[in-house]
């Protein structure tokens, strides 16, 4: 039975942490049937260029989710350009290499767990400095 293009790019999530240094890792999901290879390509050449707008532009595109509060509410930051734009360059670093060891199959085992999701492997969570894994949908603050 053939596949249709639908199924290949229903809008799933996975969610994975990424250690930034501080207390606790970010919590970030993000639509992986989003990275494409036009995706992929635009993202390589907009950070060969230094086209920062760009780079942010496509990450708020993909990025569904994020657990990163302003400080006065506690409010989610929204994920957007702007907001991307006045993240330090370093946590934009880490994001793109953590998403790309997440959706990475070399990082992965062979086999999907519950749900479907692959875990991360030692080279994902070495290689962006992660831990966990998962298809699980985001917490939502109270």
């Known amino acids: 039975m053939a596949i249709k293009l639908g199924q290949l790019l229903r809008?799933?999530?996975?969610?994975?942490?990424?250690?930034?240094?501080?207390?606790?890792?970010?919590?970030?999901?993000?639509?992986?049937?989003?990275?494409?290879?036009?995706?992929?390509?635009?993202?390589?050449?907009?950070?060969?260029?230094?086209?920062?707008?760009?780079?942010?532009?496509?990450?708020?595109?993909?990025?569904?989710?994020?657990?990163?509060?302003?400080?006065?509410?506690?409010e989610m930051v929204p994920i957007t350009t702007e907001s991307l734009r006045r993240l330090p360059m370093q946590f934009i670093g880490s994001l793109v290499r953590g998403i790309g060891a997440d959706v990475n199959p070399q990082g992965r085992s062979e086999e999907p767990s519950n749900g479907g999701s692959f875990s991360a492997g030692k080279r994902a969570r070495r290689g962006a400095r992660n831990g966990t894994s998962s298809s699980e949908p985001p917490a939502t603050s109270a």
């Open 11 to 74: 809008a799933e999530q996975r969610t994975f942490r990424l250690d930034v240094g501080l207390t606790e890792p970010v919590k970030v999901t993000y639509y992986p049937t989003k990275l494409t290879l036009e995706t992929i390509t635009d993202l390589q050449a907009a950070l060969t260029a230094r086209e920062m707008d760009k780079v942010a532009a496509i990450l708020a595109e993909i990025i569904s989710h994020w657990d990163i509060v302003d400080d006065d509410a506690g």
